[in-house]
């Protein structure tokens, strides 16, 4: 979880940084670089999409292994 944890955060890092240097050179007027961070932050939304649903495939395997645990208790 940890290593999710980490990538999540480096993940929203690179959403906010390719958000702020779109923006930047949309003033400057640089419309290729605009363009380029448009098409990374595309991505880089994609993959944290990918994560969340990692996550939360993860979250429900762990729990369905908890409940099997309990239920061998009892």
Do not use: H, P
Not at 16 to 33: F, M, R
């Amino acid at each position: 979880m940890t290593k999710n944890f980490i990538l999540n955060i480096v993940i929203n890092l690179l959403i906010v940084g390719a958000v702020y240097y779109g923006y930047k050179s949309y003033e400057a007027g640089n419309i290729l670089v605009c363009g380029i961070s448009i098409a990374l932050l595309v991505v880089f939304i994609y993959f944290k999409r990918v994560l969340f649903k990692k996550v939360q495939i993860d979250l429900k395997n762990e729990e369905a292994r908890r409940r099997q645990g309990q239920e061998k208790i009892k």
